[in-house]
């Protein structure tokens, strides 16, 4: 859309492209048959809209059918709403996009967008949690958390146990991670002492009862080797704790120490 900005809607209006156009353009254009006039106010018009569009509608810059009918478009409206003393017109150029969707992809769209702004939500109240040092282990104050998210964003068809469960579970996870990479220390922890962590093959019943491995972030499966620390008790891949003790002698959930190589 290409019209003569008004003084008004010119200082109000900041999204929309203004430009300015020589008068005498139009002037010659319709007193005269020069074709270097006509060439010229086509040529602004088209400059304007091809720097003003955005390159992934680049099919729109090479329509010389728009550029020809906003030409006319002036050409109709110029006795009207030109004053003769204006040697220069600004004119705003407004590039409208409709879409005309399904109410299929309507709703795909839409679900897209509330699952992304629930993300973008539990991704800050994760950051918020870690730099507090809240109970990051709390499976249930995160569900408590993320069904406030989502219930203050009004999004109440993503409030179901779970979507909700699932998505805390991740949550803590990610928190884990994250908590982890802070208090990576350097020193290995004794070897001796790695050997004699208390092993086990992980079982039918142990597969409801043990949380995922933090390190690897993958669940426990039957029959695996999983290793239990001393006094905290938290359990890991044995592969992957193995691995970590290697460079560090903490554990990786609460830190605590063992005793570091000599």
Request: with cysteine; charged share 25%; aromatic share 8%.
């Amino acid at each position: 859309m290409l019209a003569v900005c008004n003084t008004i809607t010119e200082s109000a209006t900041t999204s929309i492209s203004r430009f300015r156009f020589p008068c005498s353009y139009l002037y010659t254009e319709i007193e005269s048959t020069d074709s270097i006039a006509t060439s010229k106010a086509y040529e602004v018009i088209r400059r304007e809209i091809y720097e003003k569009t955005p390159s992934s509608l680049g099919y729109v810059r090479h329509m010389p059918d728009v550029t020809e009918s906003l030409v006319e478009e002036l050409k109709l409206i110029q006795k009207d709403k030109f004053s003769c003393d204006d040697k220069w017109l600004t004119l705003k150029l407004q590039i409208i996009l409709q879409y005309h969707l399904t109410h299929v992809d309507h709703e795909t769209l839409l679900s897209i967008f509330r699952e992304r702004s629930i993300e973008r939500e539990i991704e800050f109240l994760i950051k918020k949690r870690v730099e507090k040092n809240e109970n990051l282990l709390s499976l249930s104050s995160w569900e408590d958390q993320i069904r406030e998210v989502i219930s203050e964003m009004g999004f109440t068809r993503y409030m179901h146990h779970s979507y909700v469960s699932r998505r805390a579970n991740k949550a803590m996870l990610e928190a884990i991670q994250i908590e982890i990479a802070s208090i990576r220390c350097t020193v290995p922890a004794d070897r001796s002492t790695v050997c004699r962590l208390k092993r086990f093959k992980v079982l039918g019943p142990d597969m409801d009862r043990l949380e995922p491995c933090v390190i690897c972030t993958e669940e426990m499966f039957l029959a695996e080797e999983a290793t239990s620390m001393p006094c905290c008790s938290h359990v890991f891949h044995s592969s992957c704790i193995e691995k970590w003790f290697q460079v560090g002698n903490k554990c990786p959930l609460c830190g605590f120490m063992l005793p570091s190589q000599k």
